[in-house]
């Protein structure tokens, strides 16, 4: 997780700066609409992956929902220093939290933290995504990581030269966020198919009318040409898109 980014001595980050109290809460409710999951990390590297449930300033401040057990939470109890770090689309929201508080109920826990004064918003580079027309392709066959004889044909949400979104159906068994998925073939047309490795970044809901778990992936390992396969379907799809809209 990039702690340091937001101490870069470096990097001038001020026209990445959002310090308006509305439009911080108003990206904060964005990502707890959607119900996306949000990186918790410390400087030492503990990272741990919880659902920001409720944004309110004036009483519990943020609460991300946790396991009360996960061996995580007492490292990030007693750390001085959060980095919270969400995808919204294709911008990286980026914000430091101070000491969280754990609080255990029936049946569930909650980490709560006051809401921040500012945020970071970055645009991801490469970040253009096109969404398929078709329901057959794109699409990606793996072996799920915790159960290799479990194979598995995952629909594609979009597509982009960095990454793809996933539909992880319910009742699949859940992978966790940061973790690696190794020789998934990647299927973008029934001629156009490649072999690559992706890493898990974020998870959130699927969408509106959309069962299952959104899963936001991110190449790490690619064949010679596949790079121009994709830009080549993205291409296709607008081209594609931009004569539908026409017609409409």
């Known amino acids: 997780m990039p702690i340091d980014s937001l101490r870069s001595s470096t990097a001038n980050l001020d026209e990445f700066r959002i310090d308006a109290g509305a439009e911080v809460l108003a990206l904060l409710r964005q990502i707890q609409q ?15 992956h919880a659902p920001l449930i409720e944004v309110d300033p004036g009483l519990g401040g943020l609460c991300f929902s946790v396991r009360g057990n ?5 490292a990030l109890q007693h750390s001085d220093e959060v980095l919270g770090l ?4 294709s911008i990286r929201l980026e914000f430091e939290l ?8 029936a049946g569930e826990a909650t980490l709560r933290a006051p809401v ?3 945020l970071y918003r970055f645009q991801r580079r490469q970040a253009f995504r096109v969404q398929p027309l078709g ?33 992880l159906p319910p009742g699949t068994p859940e992978i966790a966020a940061g973790e690696t998925l190794a020789r998934v073939q990647v299927e973008l047309e029934r001629d156009s198919h490649f072999e690559a490795t992706l890493k898990l ?12 778990i959104r899963l936001g992936c991110a190449f790490t390992a690619m064949p010679d040409g596949a790079e121009r396969a994709l830009q ?17």
Do not use: W
Not at 70 to 74: A, K, Q, S, T
Not at 86 to 89: F, G, H, P, R, V
């Open 135 to 167: 329901s057959n392709y794109p699409r990606v066959q793996l072996r799920h990581p915790h159960n290799p004889e479990l194979a598995l044909q995952l629909r594609v949400l979009d597509v982009s030269i960095t990454g793809l979104a996933l539909l």
């Open 34 to 48: 959607q119900r996306l999951r949000v990186s918790l990390g410390t400087p030492e590297g503990i990272t741990l």
């Open 232 to 248: 080549s379907f993205i291409d296709l799809t607008q081209k594609r898109q931009r004569l539908m809209a026409k017609k409409a």
């Open 98 to 105: 101070g000491r969280l508080l754990l609080v255990k109920g």
């Open 201 to 212: 970044q974020h998870l959130s809901s699927g969408g509106p009318g959309t069962d299952g």
């Open 70 to 74: 996960e061996p995580e939470l007492e």
């Open 116 to 118: 921040p004064p500012l």
């Open 86 to 89: 969400a995808y919204l689309d």
